[in-house]
């Protein structure tokens, strides 16, 4: 059974840092893999996704790596804002639905 | 504007009532997905549907009930047999193996 995990659950970081999230998942035999952003008492928004095939994609000041065979992704944010505080989820998708880990819980110290 | 809408955002439900959550999209996606959200656990799947007139069980189906009659909707009904609904509850879409989308959400209380 696929498991996702994010590590850290929670982070503190000065306004300008660069910044990196982690998730690891289980089962190598995905299709793809999804970055998510939720505020509080809202819905998910989707930041990026990469297709198994795909190394990294990026958005703005966002950059999403895939290493298939490891069973790790990680999303770096350039140039952190108080803005970019919220939690941020990763999803695996393969034979079944998007797998969610627990989210990194990242806050930006103005 | 493309999207998924939930409703209502906020829903109380005495016990041993059911009650029905909306999510209707018009994305003209194909796959339709419910979680289910509680504070320290993650997202978890109750129900899914990937075509009109059929859908499947997640990781926690117990006390859920689900219909798909049109490719636009996918309301989820939590039953009295649910014995902690207490909860936020997520819809998503997606074409297969691409990107999914969420709506807003509803939140559940038990008075």
């Known amino acids: 059974k696929q498991e996702v995990t994010q590590i850290p659950a929670a982070l503190s970081v000065p306004e300008g840092e660069n910044l990196v999230l982690n998730c690891s998942f289980t089962d190598s035999a995905i299709y793809n893999l999804q970055w998510f952003r939720q505020d509080p008492g809202k819905g998910l928004t989707s930041l990026l996704l990469?297709?198994?095939?795909?190394r990294e994609q990026t958005s703005g000041r966002l950059n999403a790596s895939l290493d298939k065979s490891s069973g790790r992704s990680t999303l770096y944010i350039a140039a952190s804002q108080p803005g970019d505080s919220a939690t941020y989820l990763c999803?695996?998708?393969?034979?079944?639905?998007?797998?969610f880990g627990k989210g990194t819980r990242l806050s930006v110290i103005a | 504007d493309g999207g998924i809408t939930q409703s209502p955002k906020y829903l109380f439900r005495k016990e041993g009532q059911n009650v029905t959550l909306s999510c209707e999209q018009n994305?003209?996606?194909?796959?339709m997905y419910w979680y289910r959200q509680d504070p320290g656990q993650g997202l978890r799947l109750i129900y899914y549907?990937?075509?009109?007139?059929?859908?499947q069980k997640g990781d926690i189906a117990e006390g859920y009930s689900v219909s798909r009659e049109k490719k636009e909707s996918f309301p989820l009904t939590v039953t009295s047999a649910q014995k902690n609904p207490t909860a936020f509850y997520l819809c998503?879409?997606?074409?297969?193996?691409?990107?999914?989308?969420f709506g807003q959400g509803t939140r559940l209380t038990v008075v």
């Open positions: 994305l003209n996606h194909d796959a």
């Open positions: 549907s990937q075509i009109v007139n059929d859908f």
């Open positions: 998503a879409s997606n074409r297969q193996n691409t990107e999914a989308f």
């Open positions: 990469i297709q198994s095939s795909q």
């Open positions: 999803a695996v998708s393969g034979n079944t639905p998007l797998v």
